[in-house]
């Protein structure tokens, strides 16, 4: 998914799950900043003190280098949770580790994931941890049917219209998007790891068309199968299950009976989502931080904002500078003491939490220790 739905959508599901303003901020924000988070390695300061962070996604690299993509430690954990075949901790169809890291919507494991967060929801980066938990969470729906590892499902091909039928328009958007002059050479070479139009992460030969809500389509999988895809109707799905996560999170009890979306805000959801069709995914998101303004759902008017980096972002608050020089690692940073219980740490505090989780717990629980 992208902006429009890791931020906008999230804010609202936020909001109507009964967050107040200022901490659904904080939830939308983190998820989002999954995304922009792509700066790893030690921040030093000038009294000594050094901060070591993990990246949640590689922005900065060339997505056309498939080589450069393969990093489990981001894809796996941030990304593409594997789907267990859809099963709990303990059964499985398949014997093979890596079909069962196959992502799948709303999976035992994904539900594991968020229980957990519930859980420690009482650490200083509790809102933190929930929204990069909904990121992740929302991108089961996604990246469905596909894996964050090399694995012959993910080399898509001949992309169909919602009718099922091949798509020559489609073919032909991937064929430039590759192209560089050597388009047929590179749309061949195409194996597995995702390439969004904005960020390295996506679906192969499908670029970014898992992540656009208003989307019906369809391509043929590495193995030859056929996949029809709804994405109003799965993102729709998905909004809902986290709207309900969100108010199980409120309450502190991951069993908890809630309600989700309800009345008119389903609906102006529901439409929005496949109403929405801007291409550009920055344009999606102005239009859901429109509708929020306008009082469109039953929180009121309120304005809301999105600021990854500079002037207005959660690191300029953290460091005292719009610009930190993390390009540098020896640089020493003046050290700020409002560092400690910034945004920007707890949201990195959180990551280090949510990947160890996830790779050192979770994931053997259900027997897929990846190495």
């Not at 992208?2 to 998820?31: K, N």
């Not at 012959?152 to 032909?172: F, T, V, Y």
Request: negative net charge; charged residues 20%.
């Amino acid at each position: 998914m992208q902006i429009d739905f890791h931020h906008g959508v999230t804010y609202c599901l936020a909001r109507l799950a009964g967050f107040d303003r200022q901490r659904a901020e904080i939830v939308a924000h983190a998820a989002q900043y999954v995304d922009d988070a792509i700066e790893e390695g030690p921040v030093q300061f000038d009294n000594g003190q050094v901060y070591e962070r993990i990246s949640s996604a590689h922005k900065t690299l060339d997505y056309r280098n498939f080589e450069q993509l393969s990093n489990q430690q981001v894809w796996i954990p941030f990304h593409f949770l594997p789907g267990n075949d859809g099963m709990p901790a303990g059964q499985h169809t398949s014997f093979n580790v890596i079909d069962r890291t196959i992502c799948c919507p709303n999976s035992y494991v994904a539900q594991d994931m968020v229980r957990e967060c519930i859980h420690q929801r009482q650490a200083a980066h509790g809102l933190h941890r929930l929204g990069i938990s909904m990121h992740v969470f929302a991108d089961t729906w996604a990246h469905q049917g596909f894996t964050g590892v090399s694995h012959k499902i993910n080399r898509a091909s001949e992309l169909l219209d919602e009718q099922g039928q091949p798509d020559p328009q489609k073919r032909q958007r991937i064929r430039d998007f590759f192209s560089k002059g050597r388009g047929e050479q590179l749309l061949d070479r195409v194996t597995g790891f995702f390439v969004s139009e904005v960020l390295p992460l996506g679906h192969g030969a499908v670029l970014s068309y898992p992540d656009k809500p208003f989307l019906k389509w369809g391509y043929t999988n590495g193995l030859g199968q056929v996949v029809q895809r709804d994405n109003p109707q799965d993102f729709l799905e998905a909004a809902q299950e986290m709207c309900m996560w969100m108010q199980r999170y409120i309450k502190g009890d991951p069993q908890a009976r809630v309600p989700g979306l309800t009345g008119r805000d389903r609906e102006v959801i529901a439409e929005m989502i496949g109403g929405n069709t801007e291409w550009e995914s920055n344009l999606r998101h102005d239009r859901w931080l429109a509708a929020v303004s306008q009082g469109d759902f039953s929180f009121g008017a309120e304005e809301v904002r999105y600021v990854a980096a500079g002037a207005g972002s959660w690191a300029e608050a953290a460091f005292g500078t719009a610009q930190p020089n993390f390009a540098d690692p020896r640089h020493q940073h003046p050290f700020n003491s409002n560092f400690v219980h910034s945004n920007w740490k707890l949201f990195h505090d959180a990551l280090i939490a949510h990947q160890s989780f996830v790779m050192g717990e979770l994931l053997p629980r259900y027997d897929l220790q990846l190495i």
